[in-house]
């Protein structure tokens, strides 16, 4: 059974987590076996454990606009964003989320990459 739940709200919610550099909080997000492909890095990965050691230097290295959010989209089973990354850099990011409202997958990449990143109409 779906449960209904603010799938805008629960990015911005991210977005802030990784502002206030707030790893737990972060991770408290994910579902427990969520899974991260990062194509700006080429990883995939997946768990709480791989999930921290993914972001915990991304966040306590952030540059002054970091997670500035640059555009948002609804999809059927999630929410695409367009943000600056850690680095300052535009990035990609497609979220997937489970029943509980937990985020399930990210697919991540730099935004000029659109090919595989596109949104549907």
Not at 58 to 77: C, H, M, N, W
Not at 92 to 118: E, T, W
Request: with cysteine; aromatic share 10%; charged share 25%.
């Amino acid at each position: 059974m779906t449960h209904n739940f603010d799938k805008l709200g629960l990015v911005v919610d991210w977005l802030d987590c990784c502002r206030s550099q707030d790893l737990d909080a972060l991770l408290d997000m994910y579902a427990e076996r969520a899974e991260l492909e990062c194509g700006c890095e080429g990883v995939r990965i997946s768990g709480r454990d791989a999930l921290a050691h993914y972001w915990k230097p991304k966040l306590s290295g952030v540059s002054a606009d970091a997670f500035g959010l640059e555009e948002i989209t609804p999809r059927d089973q999630g929410v695409v964003i367009d943000y600056l990354s850690f680095e300052g850099k535009l990035v990609r990011i497609v979220f997937a989320f489970d029943a509980q409202g937990k985020i399930s997958s990210m697919r991540c990449g730099p935004a000029s990459s659109q090919l595989l990143f596109q949104v549907p109409a």
